[in-house]
C-alpha cells in the first residue's frame, strides 16, 4: 500500500471509508486488502480524514462568583424579638 500512500491520502482527506478505499485498490490498483489494513495502514501513518462538520467557534461563558454577602446583624437586647410566620394564618 505504500506505494499508493498519496492515493490513499487524498481518499482520506475526501473522507472515504476504508471500504470504499479498498475496493478501489482492488479494481484500480490489483491489490487485494482489506478495509482492516487500509484503518491500520492510515493509522499507523496519520492519515486522517477530513472532519464533516469544522468546530463552531464556540461562545465562552465566564462565570462569575457572587461577592459574598457582609451581613451585619446587629441585636439591641433591649427590644423584644418579634416572631412572624410567612403564608396564611
Request: with cysteine; hydrophobic share 35%.
Amino acid at each position: 500500500m505504500e506505494a499508493f500512500r498519496s492515493e490513499i491520502a487524498s481518499m482520506r482527506s475526501s473522507n472515504w471509508p476504508f471500504k470504499k478505499i479498498a475496493d478501489w485498490l482492488r479494481e484500480n490498483r490489483q491489490l487485494e486488502v482489506s478495509k482492516e489494513a487500509v484503518r491500520q495502514f492510515c493509522n499507523i501513518r496519520g492519515i486522517e480524514s477530513k472532519p464533516l462538520h469544522p468546530p463552531q467557534h464556540q461562545a465562552r461563558t465566564v462565570l462569575h462568583q457572587p461577592k459574598k454577602a457582609q451581613a451585619k446583624f446587629e441585636y439591641d437586647d433591649s427590644v423584644p424579638i418579634v416572631i412572624r410566620k410567612n403564608g396564611p394564618s
